[in-house]
Nanobody
Framework: QVQLVESGGGLVQPGGSLRLSCAAS????????MGWFRQVPGKERELVAT???????NYADSVKARFTISRDNAKNTVYLQMNNLKSEDTALYYC?????????????????WGQGAQVTVSS
């Protein structure tokens, strides 16, 4: 079992910045990839950014050069620095973590989701 706690959402004006954090806790052996997704009403959840346990990152075209994903493995935390925010970035942001969890003598890979952090960009 892994729990994810998100923080850092809020209301910001266009051109402003926010930093989202997602901390993982619980019982696990290894955390692999970490990432951020976002969703608006009536639309499919979309990938924003991912980062591997080796530090390799990928971004959706819509956020490249504006968002930066990073992780602190010692704290089991992933961050999303969002700069030059636009109204189109308004969404509910979810963190996602892939982890290896022990079940008896078996180790299984699971994907875990945070509860979501609302980001609203408006003047």
């Amino acid at each position: 079992q892994v729990q994810l706690v998100e923080s850092g959402g809020g209301l910001v004006q266009p051109g402003g910045s926010l930093r989202l954090s997602c901390a993982a806790s619980g019982t696990f052996s290894v955390i692999n990839d970490m990432g951020w997704f976002r969703q608006v009403p009536g639309k499919e959840r979309e990938l924003v950014a991912t980062i591997t346990n080796g530090g390799t990152s990928n971004y959706a075209d819509s956020v490249k050069a504006r968002f930066t994903i990073s992780r602190d493995n010692a704290k089991n935390t992933v961050y999303l620095q969002m700069n030059n925010l636009k109204s189109e970035d308004t969404a509910l942001y979810y963190c996602n973590v892939g982890a290896i969890v022990r079940r008896g003598s078996v180790y299984l890979k699971f994907q875990y989701w945070g509860q979501g952090a609302q980001v609203t960009v408006s003047s």
